[in-house]
């Protein structure tokens, strides 16, 4: 049996612990750190070693993008589930660009959390509409920004992204597009990562910092 | 290196010895110059004094005009020393043009200034112009009286200066007739002049000797005399000793019966260009010419220097006039100066005014962009305790709901209960998370709203697979208020948790459109209906309608029993 290894970062002290509880009865998951905060943040990573991490973005001091940036510099393997409250689509953009593979808000079901975690793990973490819309966005302007490093999405990303935009569901791009899911699910995947190595390159990473951070 | 340094300062006690020279006629400029940068103070006073002083040999009106300002000044300044200087330089300046009456008003007021002063040199040089005037006004009598008192004082005070006051006396003399004593102190004064060496500048002596040489007939001498005169006099520029000499000579030429010569001579005034100046000298020399012309029987020649000689003394006599308009024009140009400078000042004034202004302003700005920064600042502190506390009850609401569904597994008893304690929690994050939407300037666009909704109804209808179509016009350019945008969300929101909970149905389809100013929102379903006639005033429709009022706007719902049921709203947006 597969056990996910999760680590928790939320400065609140009842959801971390209720998270670290509800993480801990599922079956297939394991709970393997809870911190309050992202300090000595490398050093409990290398310690914990987590499949997946539960971040929060609003916690004192590092904040939970600049986390995200940290994380995936030394640990890329790594899956990051952003938290929050916040359906503040620029801290969210920003999240994802940071390296997150997905994010999901504290109002969603306790199940709807762990099936989450399940398909951060597997690779495919659900893109809200708006987020979606920027993600085009960002590709679109650019031209106007980057000279060599230009990450170009297929056809196929293309497709899928404007479909996401519209708010059709995993399954329901499955259907139009006449593919599996777990295609789909790829293609997203696809879409981070060329979004992180997007992202990378100096010039958007300034762009997207005046804009979004 | 030591021989620069030794070079360098030669060459700057070279130039400095040049610069302390005596002035020369140069000098006039350097002076004037000085002038220019001077500040109305009693130094001025004297530096126009000086300038007249200077002056007065070969530019007598120049040397009037500077008087009269350091005059103009002194009194302003209530400086009597320089009073009683420009009045002396004033007698003297209008003795050589001839303005005798203004130069003995002067005279009488230096000489006034001069015994407050008890400075005797004043008392003589006072005394001396008024001597003077008088000798040109041929009252030789008065002159002689003023002559004999200066000629006391010397004589006891200053032995060694005698020779000037010998030179007055020998003059008056002269014109008195009593040409012994005339060249008595001719020879006097000499004697002094040559003793210091005097004679390259004291060059009045010259034609004093000339005369009184020529009075007691001996001609010879007095040419000698007069002729060694002249170029010392050109050199030193003085018009009046210049002239003096020429007339000299032409009078010896006359008495010496050499009409020829002594035209000759008295042609020479004329030549001399500064001679418009010492009219007196002019005078003289016109009227040797027309007596010479007549007995040289030349009638048109005789009539030319005559009418000269007439014109001469108009001149003489309108010199006074044009003195006095000079007066006036000085006066006005000081009026006028005065003008200027309190309006300098007013503009100054208003500069400052200006500049203050500015800086006033600049502070205003200042300050109210300091102000907008410390709301902006309050503000986004607002904004991040508002964060924090959305952020800490989110949390706490969250791990209430994951407590509860925990909880259900340990104690599968109480399962309706922990159930409304998490379905309690949840509602509250819902509307909390909906108020801050609502709230948030960024959605105010229609887009944002259509997206929520969008994502609202999947996660509503998702749960019992049925099929959403979402279709909504270009809506883009659309704006609501804050409270708009809440009804019309939570409207729609109530309207699908009807459909989701009560009608089961397969499809449901969301339109929302623009017609002219009206929104129009519809959400339809085939589920199983209801009798409008029956439940239209039920919880769910209590809601919906209240919803629909706070919006003006237009409710209507069809519905027929498995049919499926549609609501329609319609509202005015500005």
Redesign the interface.
């Known amino acids: 049996m597969i056990e996910i290894k999760v680590a928790i970062f ?1 400065d ?1 002290k ?2 971390r ?3 670290k ?2 993480i801990n ?1 599922a079956e297939n998951m394991v709970c393997i750190g809870s911190f309050p905060d992202a300090g000595k943040l490398v050093r409990n990573i290398e310690f914990a070693k987590p499949d997946v991490v539960l971040m ?1 973005i ?1 916690m004192p001091g590092i904040s939970g993008i600049e986390a995200v940036h940290i994380i995936k510099e030394k640990f890329p393997a790594v899956q990051i589930l952003m938290q ?5 689509n620029d801290k969210i953009f920003a999240a994802i660009c940071a390296g997150a593979s997905g994010y999901m ?3 969603t ?3 709807k ?1 762990l099936k989450a975690v399940e398909e951060t793990y597997q690779g495919g973490a659900p893109m ?3 987020v979606a819309g920027k993600v085009l966005q960002m590709f679109r302007s650019q031209s106007n920004i980057t000279k060599h490093e230009f990450i170009q999405l297929s056809v196929r990303e293309k497709e899928i992204l404007s479909l996401l935009v519209k ?1 059709k ?1 995993y399954k329901m791009i499955a259907v139009e597009c006449f593919i599996s899911t777990d295609t789909v699910s790829t293609h997203v995947r696809h879409i981070y990562e060329k979004l992180h190595v997007h992202s990378k390159s100096e010039a958007v990473a300034k762009a997207i910092k005046q804009k979004l951070v | 290196m030591n021989n620069a340094y030794r070079n360098i300062s030669l060459l700057a006690i070279f130039l400095l010895c040049l610069n302390l020279g005596y002035p020369q006629n140069s000098g006039i400029d350097s002076l004037k110059k000085l002038l220019q940068i001077q500040r109305q103070d009693t130094n001025k006073v004297n530096l126009l004094s000086e300038i007249s002083f200077v002056s007065l040999g070969h530019l007598p009106d120049s040397s009037i005009v500077y008087a009269q300002q350091a005059m103009h000044l002194a009194e302003k300044l209530q400086y009597e020393p320089g009073v009683l200087n420009a009045a002396l330089s004033l007698a003297d300046a209008y003795t050589t043009t001839g303005n005798y009456p203004m130069a003995i008003d002067f005279g009488f007021k230096a000489l006034a200034l001069a015994k407050k002063t008890n400075l005797q040199l004043n008392t003589i040089w006072a005394s001396a112009r008024l001597a003077q005037c008088y000798y040109y006004l041929d009252d030789y009598t008065t002159s002689l009286q003023y002559d004999r008192n200066i000629f006391t004082i010397v004589e006891n005070s200053f032995p060694d200066s005698i020779a000037f006051i010998c030179t007055d006396l020998s003059r008056v003399f002269d014109g008195m007739m009593q040409q012994d004593s005339a060249l008595l102190y001719a020879k006097k004064s000499y004697e002094q002049i040559k003793a210091w060496h005097y004679e390259g500048w004291y060059t009045v002596i010259y034609p004093v000797l000339g005369n009184a040489f020529a009075g007691k007939g001996w001609y010879d001498s007095a040419l000698i005399y007069y002729r060694t005169g002249i170029p010392v006099a050109v050199k030193n520029n003085v018009t009046t000793d210049i002239i003096d000499s020429y007339n000299g000579i032409a009078k010896v030429y006359k008495a010496k019966a050499n009409p020829d010569s002594a035209i000759w001579y008295a042609n020479k005034v004329f030549a001399e260009k500064t001679a418009i100046s010492y009219p007196i000298g002019l005078l003289k020399a016109a009227n040797l010419l027309a007596e010479m012309y007549e007995l040289k029987k030349d009638p048109d020649s005789t009539l030319k220097y005559l009418r000269k000689a007439i014109s001469i003394k108009d001149s003489l006599f309108n010199r006074g006039k044009t003195v006095a308009i000079q007066n006036f024009i000085y006066k006005e140009q000081e009026k006028q100066q005065a003008v200027a400078a309190s309006k300098l000042k007013l503009q100054n004034q208003f500069w400052l005014l200006f500049v203050l202004a500015g800086v006033t302003a600049a502070v205003a700005v200042g300050w109210i962009i300091l102000k907008n920064k410390r709301q902006k600042q309050l503000q986004d502190m607002r904004n991040s305790i508002a964060d924090d506390l959305h952020d800490d009850i989110g949390s706490t609401l969250s791990s209430i709901s994951i407590m509860s569904e925990l909880a259900k597994n340990k104690s599968p008893e109480v399962l309706s209960l922990l159930n409304s304690i998490g379905e309690s929690a949840l509602t509250i994050q819902e509307n909390m998370s909906d108020i801050v939407w609502a709230v948030n300037p960024k959605n105010d666009r229609f887009e944002n709203i259509l997206q929520r909704m969008n994502q609202f109804a999947l996660e509503m209808l998702d749960a019992g697979n049925t099929v959403l179509d979402f279709s909504a016009a270009d809506l883009a350019a659309s704006k609501l208020t804050m409270v708009q945008r809440k009804n019309l969300y939570l409207f729609f929101k109530e309207g699908i948790n009807n459909t989701a909970k009560y009608a089961e149905a397969k499809n449901v389809w969301i339109n929302i459109s623009k017609k002219k100013q009206h929104i129009k929102m519809s959400i339809r379903d085939n589920g199983k209906g209801f009798d409008t006639s029956q439940q239209y005033n039920g919880n769910g429709m209590k809601s919906l309608k209240k919803r629909a009022e706070d919006l003006n706007a237009v409710l209507e719902i069809f519905s027929s029993i498995n049919e499926g049921t549609e609501v329609r709203l319609s509202f005015k947006i500005t």
């Open positions: 939320e609140n009842q959801l612990e209720s998270l509880e509800l009865t929060d609003n929050t409250v916040f359906e503040d808000l504290k109002k079901t306790p199940q959390m809200s509409p708006s708010g569901s």
